[in-house]
């Protein structure tokens, strides 16, 4: 293995009405920069008819991002924000204090049907920022920089990388990017962030020579630049980190916070409906009972 690399995460499979490849947060590596969260959904082919339907659902003390490769989400939320997420843009939702939104498949792909395929990450809110005002951006696809290096396209979703910054809002120094190789070609990826991991989606991606299995994480150790070589048939990757979160946080559920007793007021907030609502959903996603 290249002695650049830290660890290599395997994914777990998850059902949340898609199915998903979960690889943080795992035992020993709950975080990488400022990523707790860390979800590959699909690719999956949905009939006519068929959608996705994630009923409202409470967050605090993180922002949910996300980035699809196809298809499309409805995102609506508690602040009255409705707005349609397609590939190559970004949704990013500061939960902060607490926030509560769905997302389900547009009615015009729910009709015809459609594939769905994307990445949907947790990053977790400096705790001078956890009990914040919540907030949401939509960014559309052609305000997300792409540099393209010798046969690699680089779409920096979010932070700062290869001499680009995204216009997305970040609480802490944040590196995001979606690297598309045409086959053979190589990209050196700097030791500029402190903490970084390389998530190979399709195609075949070795570093410095170490093969990386589809749809595992390589976490690299700190300070150690490496380079990347797609072969044949080319690679998509999603490179992302950070620097390091100010303390450990706690994950219960669909909550982050640096503190237990945070948590603890979410769940009873939600189980007696304190949050603000959804304008226009009456249904909503009851809290999990311990087993």
């Known amino acids: 293995m290249s002695a650049a690399i830290e660890v290599v995460l395997e994914p777990r499979t998850q059902d949340i009405g898609v199915p998903v490849r979960r690889l943080i947060p795992q035992r020993g590596h709950r975080q990488c920069g400022p990523f707790v969260f860390f979800d590959h959904m699909g690719p999956v082919e949905m009939a006519p008819g068929q959608g996705i339907d994630v009923r409202p659902h ?11 490769f196809d298809g499309a989400f409805m995102h609506r939320d508690s602040l009255g924000t409705v707005q349609r997420i397609e590939p190559g843009a970004v949704n990013w939702m500061s939960a902060g204090r607490g926030i509560v939104h769905s997302e389900r498949s547009p009615d015009d792909l729910r009709a015809s049907g459609a594939v769905l ?15 914040s005002e919540p907030w949401f951006r939509h960014y559309p696809a052609a305000e997300i920089p792409m ?7 680089l779409h920096v979703i979010a932070g700062d990388g290869f001499g680009a910054t995204s216009p997305v809002q970040t609480a802490s120094r944040t590196f995001y990017v979606c690297a598309t190789f045409e086959p053979g070609r190589s990209l050196a990826v700097p030791a500029e962030h402190v903490e970084r991991g390389v998530y190979l989606i399709d195609g075949d991606i070795a570093i410095d020579g170490t093969p990386l299995a589809q749809h595992h994480v390589a976490v690299l150790k700190h300070g150690e630049p490496v380079v990347l070589s797609a072969g044949t048939h ?10 390091p979160l100010d303390g450990p946080r706690l994950i219960d559920w669909n909550f982050v916070a640096s503190r237990r007793e945070l948590i603890d007021e979410a769940k009873q907030a939600w189980r007696e409906q304190n949050f603000p609502r959804v304008p226009g959903e009456t249904d909503w996603i009851p809290l999990p009972t311990a087993p």
């Open 147 to 153: 540099v393209e290096r010798d046969g690699v396209k």
């Open 234 to 243: 080319g690679a998509r990757v999603m490179l992302f980190g950070g620097d």
């Open 117 to 131: 395929h994307g990445i949907q990450t947790w990053v977790a809110l400096p705790q001078a920022d956890e009990q």
């Open 58 to 68: 409470p967050h605090i003390g993180l922002a949910t991002v996300t980035y699809l």
